[in-house]
């Protein structure tokens, strides 16, 4: 029971990263479908910054420096959909896709020819981080406590407060509901529109990192991060796009995930016999429900996806 | 009229320019591809972008050349259903990002139809491309009745679908592998036929009818797009699902039996695929199969046009082969993956390629010509 | 150098590809003055006031404040220069409160974080001074047009704006909402605010402007005072020649019963209320009947209901004397009924299909155009387009393949029009058929109409626009709320009898929602008054 806690409890810190990564974006009025490609790179900027570090040096420096890179290659990584879809005003659902692929395949090629360059054998695409990982962890009793979930804590209260008691957040959800007002009173609606997608780009990179080092302490990049990116996105929906309800949603299909990896170890859920991938399939299935009954009155940014133009009035 | 006029107008038409961004794109995503090899390690960077670009063609002897050939061919079959199930529902002001989940559906239905029920494979066909169908008008109902965007809910079905098609088929599998039983030793008969066509690839048994019939369904497609009252109407209600509205055709209808018939062509995409015995479903796999998505690259880079996705999907495909064929001990073979998805990512700035080509066009035209006042004047309190 | 002017617009020239939007326009403004800007649609008064506010740069041409000339590349600037402006379409987000959108872009912050009880204070302390009653903690889409506009006031004199804009600001209004915004204007020029006045309305400029400039089709025409300028005059001014103040046409020759509507209640999709309730009414063929009222009071509903776009909550409809209360859109299109829809860009038209493809829009299934396999008959759509094209004078650059949305507004509004007069019908329902067209469309509009009911046809029209209302129909029903309260003649009516229905003070149809019998038997009585009259 301990371990389901454990893995639910950092499972959520992801998604709820990721999903208020995605509500800052939407609030911009950018949809972001690329989180998934996101987390990717933030993962790969992470992982690699651990496997150049050395194992046994400090573990403030080992926390701060794997977040820090993760971040930076996750915002560095979210230009490309601020540039195509706020400035070229591209279709922010085939960029998001594109992304998504793209993250995959350049952190493959760029695992491989790290690892290749390392040792001409080497033509996998893992990156190794057992020694690094340990940085992360604090054991308290028999549950092992992981800094990220603190991190994630304080990022949803710094986020609520971004967004609804200050001048930034007021002036980020006008123009994700009506840029035209948020232009007429002088609000640079491009720049407002860059910010949300660069944080969408800070969140998402972080989850990315917290992710991989979930129970792992290897990972193989041609596996990208397995749809979480997707789910964090059914996160934000099931929440609203607020971040309250967010971190609610996140903790819910935090547990569902969990269960279907240790559902095993837990007496009464084993005997049920019911596969893994029920549990996996859950969020998913929950969140089209939610949808099927929501989405009438949603709350969703009104200009979502809808590219600005100064020129249109 | 004069030759200049001519060239002008030449450029100017639709089609042409859909070429020329595409085009664009395509030079763009392998140059940067390049570059990056180079990085990599320069001394073999040419050779490897030219392997990725020929494919088939880097082979040494004519009859490994064909035989690869059909490989691709049989591969580009099922990239093709999923292109025209993107194309086809994008004509309809709708994004199917979940062509990937429908031909998950397909694969599903599909290969349990020929394994579990040992049907023939025009039946599995058939019910692989139901499978699709009904995956594809859960959406659409969601979307005309529920206002789900079509969207959101590709994506969720894309998940579920993986894990259905996981937790059903492994009823099915290899008891030794995580992989399905071979159709060869199973039910050979739920094999697509191979109708004589394999003769012409030195035998290569993965070149079957799908071929010609992925390539039948680009036709009929255009032909229901372009020519018919059906294919008027699912324009216009693309177009402007207001003015469908007034014009009395039923939106929700229509949107509901688009999404049906993009999932169908997906499901029937994945049936071209795994009724070859090209390859067989891995039960534990974790991700979206590409298929789906990549379909979204050869939409688009096929001008959005039924006729010019069979050419992208072709080149889409070759390039994914071809990037299998090179030095691995020094290039990733993901090369050609991160070549295509850069350019789905470019095809966003096709208006903007559009948008420089005809600039030029009209400041090269300006310099001779003197430009005579259109008639046609904005009304400015009009937008 | 006369430096009593606020703010001055010096020989300003601004341009689109294929048009001179404003042609070397001069505009002056004193301090404390109220200045109107007339001009009819088109005319340019838009972009110059963008100009004027930074959304658009001039290509030539300055701009001086206060004597000294200034740059306006944004709308910082122009706020930095004190200038405010209302739009003619609010610029407010709908789910932020009336104070959330005062201070949008002016925040006070403490720390970074919202000062939200000292800007309160403020908007309540100006509210007061001015008279502009708003709930500050109300949500926008909770709240009234009048109240909205109130909004964007007090977002101006937050920022302590000296030169007002008014984009016409009493197109969405009431009468009585008109006359409050007439002595708010007056009480803010009285207190040194210099306000510019945009608007099409000389009955406006005559109540409250000291002076006025008119700008016809992109050109300064003059500007001049407006205590010794005749409403005539610069009517001359804005047009160009004379208003017709009236149309030629012979009395109606009211026949047979074609649209009967009995006790129709459309649901609102703004708010809870019904939208439409408990309307009855008839049309004849031979007679234009307009519904008539200020925009916003059901009208748009009432269409949607008849049309079939929104179900009835209650009611019955009865086309040629058949029931079509719950058929559907196509049924009563091919039944007798034509449409002129209100927004064209959004129903009347699909803007990316051809010129061809529209003008079968309503009649592409018919055997004419499809075959009994399915394909389209392109030769015979490509000759009807070009028939309809022909006689309706319907000009665009490439005829039948011209893509729609490269047609001017009116060429456009011609086509529908072509399409849906050319189609079978016995009723033609036009909703402001004439919005955004320039006087010689509006004529042609008006003749088209008349011809209609000269060929015993029916004709439902929905105007806004007073001039068309007194002129074109042959009875007028107001609409208020979402009721029918008047039955007028035009010819007995005058125009401020007319407003008044408009604006609810007056009604001559009782409708009670409650014990619809009663109504039922009022409007039977009124319609049997009108028979005795015929």
Same mark, same amino acid.
């Given at each position: 029971?301990?371990?389901?806690?454990?893995?639910?409890?950092?499972?959520?810190?992801v998604?709820?990263?990721v999903?208020?990564?995605?509500?800052?974006?939407?609030?911009?009025?950018?949809?972001?479908?690329g989180l998934e490609g996101i987390m990717v790179m933030g993962a790969l900027g992470g992982a690699v910054t651990m496997y150049l570090l050395?194992?046994?040096?400090?573990?403030?420096?080992?926390?701060?420096?794997t977040?820090?890179a993760a971040i930076l290659v996750g915002?560095l990584y979210s230009?490309l959909?601020?540039?195509?879809?706020?400035?070229?005003?591209?279709?922010?659902?085939?960029?998001?896709?594109a992304m998504n692929l793209l993250a995959t395949a350049a952190a493959t090629v760029f695992v491989r020819a790290m690892n290749t360059a390392g040792n001409?054998d080497n033509v996998s695409s893992t990156i190794q981080y057992i020694?690094e990982k340990?940085?992360?962890?604090?054991?308290?009793?028999?549950?092992?406590?992981?800094?990220?979930?603190?991190?994630?804590?304080? &990022?949803? !209260?710094?986020?609520?407060?971004?967004?609804?008691? @200050? *001048?930034?957040? #007021?002036?980020?959800?006008?123009? =994700?509901?009506?840029?035209?007002?948020?232009?007429?009173?002088?609000?640079?609606?491009?720049?407002?529109?860059?910010?949300?997608?660069?944080?969408?780009g800070?969140?998402g990179g972080l989850g990315g990192i917290v992710y991989i080092t979930a129970g792992v302490s290897e990972w193989k990049f041609e596996m990208g991060v397995a749809g979480f990116g997707f789910l964090? &996105?059914? !996160?934000?929906?099931?929440?609203?796009?607020?971040? @309250? *309800?967010?971190? #609610?949603?996140?903790?819910?299909? =935090?547990?569902?995930?969990?269960?279907?990896?240790?559902?095993?170890?837990?007496?009464?859920?084993?005997?049920?016999?019911?596969?893994?991938?029920?549990?996996?399939?859950?969020?998913?299935?929950?969140?089209?429900?939610?949808?099927?009954?929501?989405?009438?009155?949603?709350?969703?940014?009104?200009?979502?996806?809808?590219?600005?133009?100064?020129?249109?009035? | 009229?004069?030759?200049?006029?001519?060239?002008?107008?030449?450029?100017?038409?639709?089609?042409?320019?859909?070429?020329?961004?595409?085009?664009?794109?395509?030079?763009?995503?392998?140059?940067?591809g390049?570059?990056v090899l180079?990085l990599i390690?320069?001394?073999?960077?040419?050779?490897?972008?030219?392997?990725?670009?020929?494919?088939?063609?880097?082979?040494?002897?004519?009859?490994?050349?064909?035989?690869?050939?059909?490989?691709?061919?049989?591969?580009?079959?099922?990239?093709?259903?999923?292109?025209?199930?993107?194309?086809?529902?994008?004509?309809?002001?709708?994004?199917?990002?979940?062509?990937?989940?429908?031909?998950?559906?397909?694969?599903?239905?599909?290969?349990?139809?020929?394994?579990?029920?040992?049907?023939?494979?025009?039946?599995?066909?058939?019910?692989?491309?139901?499978?699709?169908?009904?995956?594809?008008?859960?959406?659409?109902?969601?979307?005309?009745?529920?206002?789900?965007?079509?969207?959101?809910?590709?994506?969720?079905?894309?998940?579920?679908?993986?894990?259905?098609?996981?937790?059903?088929?492994?009823?099915?599998?290899?008891?030794?592998?995580?992989?399905?039983?071979?159709?060869?030793?199973?039910?050979?008969?739920?094999?697509?036929?191979?109708?004589?066509?394999?003769?012409?690839?030195?035998?290569?048994?993965?070149?079957?009818?799908?071929?010609?019939?992925?390539?039948?369904?680009?036709?009929?497609?255009?032909?229901?797009?372009?020519?018919?009252?059906?294919?008027?109407?699912?324009?216009?209600?693309?177009?402007?699902?207001?003015?469908?509205?007034?014009?009395?055709?039923?939106?929700?209808?229509?949107?509901?039996?688009?999404?049906?018939?993009?999932?169908?062509?997906?499901?029937?995409?994945?049936?071209?695929?795994?009724?070859?015995?090209?390859?067989?479903?891995s039960?534990t796999q974790t991700s979206v199969p590409g298929?789906?998505f990549?379909?979204?690259?050869?939409?688009?880079?096929?001008?959005?046009?039924?006729?010019?996705?069979?050419?992208?999907?072709?080149?889409?495909?070759?390039?994914t082969?071809?990037g299998a064929?090179i030095?691995k001990s020094v290039y990733p073979s993901q090369i050609s993956d991160l070549i295509s998805s850069l350019?789905?990512?470019?095809?966003?700035?096709?208006?903007?390629?559009?948008?420089?080509?005809?600039?030029?066009?009209?400041?090269?035209?300006?310099?001779?010509?003197?430009?005579?006042?259109?008639?046609?004047?904005?009304?400015?309190?009009?937008? | 150098?006369?430096?009593?002017?606020?703010?001055?617009?010096?020989?300003?020239?601004?341009?689109?590809?294929?048009?001179?939007?404003?042609?070397?326009?001069?505009?002056?403004?004193?301090?404390?003055?109220?200045?109107?800007?007339?001009?009819?649609?088109?005319?340019?008064?838009?972009?110059?006031?963008?100009?004027?506010?930074?959304?658009?740069?001039?290509?030539?041409?300055?701009?001086?404040?206060?004597?000294?000339?200034?740059?306006?590349?944004?709308?910082?600037?122009?706020?930095?220069?004190?200038?405010?402006?209302?739009?003619?379409?609010?610029?407010?987000?709908?789910?932020?409160?009336?104070?959330?959108?005062?201070?949008?872009?002016?925040?006070?912050?403490?720390?970074?974080?919202?000062?939200?009880?000292?800007?309160?204070?403020?908007?309540?302390?100006?509210?007061?001074?001015?008279?502009?009653?708003?709930?500050?903690?109300?949500?926008?889409?909770?709240?009234?047009?009048?109240?909205?506009?109130?909004?964007?006031?007090?977002?101006?004199?937050?920022?302590?704006?000296?030169?007002?804009?008014?984009?016409?600001?009493?197109?969405?209004?009431?009468?009585?909402?008109?006359?409050?915004?007439?002595?708010?204007?007056?009480?803010?020029?009285?207190?040194?605010?210099?306000?510019?006045?945009?608007?099409?309305?000389?009955?406006?400029?005559?109540?409250?402007?000291?002076?006025?400039?008119?700008?016809?089709?992109?050109?300064?025409?003059?500007?001049?005072?407006?205590?010794?300028?005749?409403?005539?005059?610069?009517?001359?001014?804005?047009?160009?020649?004379?208003?017709?103040?009236?149309?030629?046409?012979?009395?109606?020759?009211?026949?047979?019963?074609?649209?009967?509507?009995?006790?129709?209640?459309?649901?609102?999709?703004?708010?809870?209320?019904?939208?439409?309730?408990?309307?009855?009414?008839?049309?004849?063929?031979?007679?234009?009947?307009?519904?008539?009222?200020?925009?916003?009071?059901?009208?748009?509903?009432?269409?949607?209901?008849?049309?079939?776009?929104?179900?009835?909550?209650?009611?019955?409809?009865?086309?040629?004397?058949?029931?079509?209360?719950?058929?559907?859109?196509?049924?009563?299109?091919?039944?007798?009924?034509?449409?002129?829809?209100?927004?064209?860009?959004?129903?009347?038209?699909?803007?990316?299909?051809?010129?061809?493809?529209?003008?079968?829009?309503?009649?592409?299934?018919?055997?004419?155009?499809?075959?009994?396999?399915?394909?389209?008959?392109?030769?015979?759509?490509?000759?009807?387009?070009?028939?309809?094209?022909?006689?309706?004078?319907?000009?665009?650059?490439?005829?039948?393949?011209?893509?729609?949305?490269?047609?001017?507004?009116?060429?456009?509004?011609?086509?529908?029009?072509?399409?849906?007069?050319?189609?079978?019908?016995?009723?033609?329902?036009?909703?402001?058929?004439?919005?955004?067209?320039?006087?010689?469309?509006?004529?042609?509009?008006?003749?088209?109409?008349?011809?209609?009911?000269?060929?015993?046809?029916?004709?439902?029209?929905?105007?806004?626009?007073?001039?068309?209302?007194?002129?074109?129909?042959?009875?007028?029903?107001?609409?208020?709320?979402?009721?029918?309260?008047?039955?007028?003649?035009?010819?007995?009516?005058?125009?401020?009898?007319?407003?008044?229905?408009?604006?609810?003070?007056?009604?001559?149809?009782?409708?009670?929602?409650?014990?619809?019998?009663?109504?039922?038997?009022?409007?039977?009585?009124?319609?049997?008054?009108?028979?005795?009259?015929?």
């Open positions: 029971m301990l371990l389901l806690l454990q893995y639910t409890l950092i499972f959520a810190s998604l709820c990263l999903a208020l990564g995605g509500c800052f974006s939407e609030h911009s009025g950018v949809i972001n479908l050395p194992g046994d040096g400090s573990k403030l420096v080992i926390v701060l420096a977040s820090l915002m230009c959909l601020a540039v195509a879809s706020i400035n070229f005003k591209a279709d922010q659902t085939l960029i998001g896709t001409p020694q340990r940085a992360f962890l604090k054991y308290i009793g028999g549950f092992e406590f992981n800094w990220f979930m603190l991190m994630a804590v304080v &990022l949803l !209260v710094v986020s609520y407060f971004v967004l609804y008691k @200050t *001048k930034f957040g #007021l002036r980020l959800q006008a123009c =994700g509901e009506n840029p035209q007002a948020a232009d007429s009173v002088g609000i640079n609606v491009y720049k407002m529109r860059w910010a949300g997608v660069l944080i969408s800070f969140l964090a &996105l059914a !996160v934000m929906i099931f929440g609203q796009w607020r971040p @309250t *309800k967010i971190a #609610l949603a996140a903790l819910l299909f =935090g547990m569902f995930r969990a269960l279907s990896n240790v559902y095993t170890g837990i007496g009464f859920l084993a005997a049920l016999h019911i596969p893994s991938t029920v549990y996996n399939m859950l969020p998913y299935i929950i969140s089209l429900i939610v949808l099927a009954f929501t989405s009438k009155n949603s709350r969703a940014p009104k200009a979502e996806g809808i590219p600005y133009d100064k020129g249109m009035r | 009229m004069n030759e200049k006029a001519e060239k002008k107008s030449f450029l100017k038409n639709p089609s042409v320019q859909a070429i020329m961004t595409s085009l664009i794109c395509i030079i763009l995503g392998l140059l940067i390049y570059i180079l390690n320069p001394a073999g960077a040419g050779e490897a972008i030219k392997t990725v670009l020929i494919n088939f063609l880097s082979r040494s002897s004519q009859a490994a050349k064909v035989k690869a050939l059909g490989n691709t061919l049989a591969k580009t079959a099922p990239l093709l259903m999923c292109a025209l199930s993107i194309c086809f529902c994008y004509k309809v002001g709708l994004f199917n990002i979940g062509a990937a989940g429908q031909y998950e559906a397909g694969a599903c239905f599909g290969l349990y139809a020929a394994l579990a029920w040992q049907l023939p494979w025009p039946v599995c066909l058939l019910i692989a491309g139901i499978a699709g169908g009904v995956i594809g008008a859960i959406s659409g109902v969601l979307k005309a009745y529920r206002n789900v965007n079509e969207v959101i809910s590709g994506i969720m079905l894309n998940w579920i679908m993986l894990y259905m098609s996981n937790t059903l088929l492994a009823k099915v599998k290899d008891p030794a592998s995580p992989y399905t039983l071979k159709l060869s030793a199973a039910n050979p008969k739920a094999l697509i036929p191979n109708a004589g066509l394999n003769a012409m690839f030195a035998n290569n048994k993965t070149v079957t009818l799908a071929i010609p019939l992925a390539i039948l369904f680009a036709i009929l497609i255009w032909v229901i797009l372009s020519k018919t009252k059906f294919g008027y109407e699912l324009k216009a209600t693309g177009y402007n699902k207001d003015a469908a509205m007034y014009a009395g055709m039923k939106e929700k209808q229509n949107i509901i039996v688009t999404l049906a018939i993009g999932g169908a062509l997906a499901g029937i995409g994945a049936a071209f695929l795994f009724l070859t015995g090209y390859q067989e479903w039960t298929m789906g990549n379909g979204i690259a050869a939409t688009f880079l096929g001008g959005l046009h039924p006729i010019g996705t069979i050419f992208s999907s072709f080149f889409i495909q070759s390039i082969d071809g064929l030095d350019i789905i990512y470019l095809c966003g700035f096709v208006l903007f390629f559009k948008f420089v080509i005809n600039n030029w066009i009209d400041k090269s035209t300006k310099k001779k010509e003197i430009s005579k006042v259109t008639g046609e004047a904005i009304e400015g309190g009009d937008k | 150098m006369d430096t009593a002017y606020a703010i001055e617009m010096v020989n300003i020239t601004k341009r689109f590809p294929g048009i001179i939007a404003n042609d070397n326009i001069t505009l002056q403004l004193r301090k404390g003055e109220i200045h109107a800007l007339l001009g009819e649609n088109g005319a340019g008064k838009s972009t110059l006031m963008s100009v004027l506010f930074g959304l658009y740069q001039a290509e030539e041409g300055v701009i001086k404040k206060d004597g000294k000339e200034v740059k306006i590349n944004n709308p910082n600037d122009a706020n930095d220069l004190g200038i405010g402006m209302v739009h003619q379409h609010f610029k407010l987000v709908q789910c932020f409160t009336v104070l959330e959108n005062i201070i949008l872009g002016v925040e006070t912050t403490k720390n970074g974080v919202l000062q939200m009880d000292e800007a309160r204070e403020k908007v309540i302390a100006l509210s007061e001074k001015y008279g502009l009653q708003v709930d500050p903690d109300a949500k926008i889409e909770d709240i009234t047009v009048g109240m909205q506009q109130r909004t964007e006031i007090l977002k101006m004199l937050y920022r302590d704006n000296e030169i007002l804009i008014f984009d016409e600001p009493t197109a969405v209004l009431t009468p009585q909402e008109i006359d409050e915004l007439m002595i708010i204007m007056k009480n803010l020029a009285a207190e040194g605010k210099s306000i510019l006045f945009i608007t099409h309305k000389l009955n406006e400029i005559k109540e409250v402007a000291d002076r006025v400039s008119v700008l016809r089709r992109g050109k300064y025409i003059g500007t001049v005072d407006v205590a010794t300028t005749s409403k005539e005059e610069m009517s001359k001014m804005m047009v160009g020649r004379d208003v017709q103040m009236s149309v030629d046409k012979e009395p109606s020759k009211p026949g047979e019963s074609i649209l009967k509507v009995e006790n129709m209640t459309v649901a609102s999709k703004l708010h809870s209320n019904n939208a439409v309730k408990n309307v009855s009414f008839e049309v004849r063929e031979g007679e234009i009947v307009c519904i008539a009222g200020i925009d916003g009071n059901g009208q748009t509903e009432l269409v949607y209901g008849l049309a079939g776009f929104e179900p009835l909550v209650d009611g019955k409809i009865t086309l040629c004397g058949e029931d079509i209360t719950k058929t559907s859109i196509r049924h009563r299109a091919t039944h007798g009924m034509s449409h002129i829809p209100e927004d064209r860009h959004k129903h009347g038209l699909v803007l990316d299909y051809p010129l061809e493809f529209n003008m079968v829009l309503q009649r592409y299934f018919e055997p004419d155009f499809t075959s009994g396999a399915g394909f389209l008959k392109r030769k015979e759509i490509r000759e009807y387009s070009e028939k309809l094209e022909a006689e309706h004078d319907v000009r665009s650059g490439q005829g039948p393949i011209t893509i729609a949305r490269a047609m001017s507004g009116g060429n456009q509004q011609k086509a529908i029009i072509a399409r849906e007069v050319d189609k079978e019908h016995k009723l033609l329902v036009a909703v402001q058929p004439t919005r955004g067209l320039d006087v010689g469309a509006i004529e042609g509009v008006h003749r088209n109409l008349i011809a209609e009911r000269d060929n015993g046809r029916a004709v439902l029209l929905v105007s806004l626009e007073l001039e068309e209302v007194m002129n074109v129909p042959d009875r007028i029903l107001v609409m208020y709320e979402g009721e029918l309260v008047g039955e007028l003649d035009p010819k007995k009516t005058t125009v401020e009898e007319l407003g008044l229905y408009m604006a609810g003070a007056k009604r001559n149809l009782t409708v009670d929602a409650n014990t619809s019998e009663i109504e039922e038997s009022e409007v039977v009585d009124v319609e049997r008054e009108r028979k005795e009259e015929a």
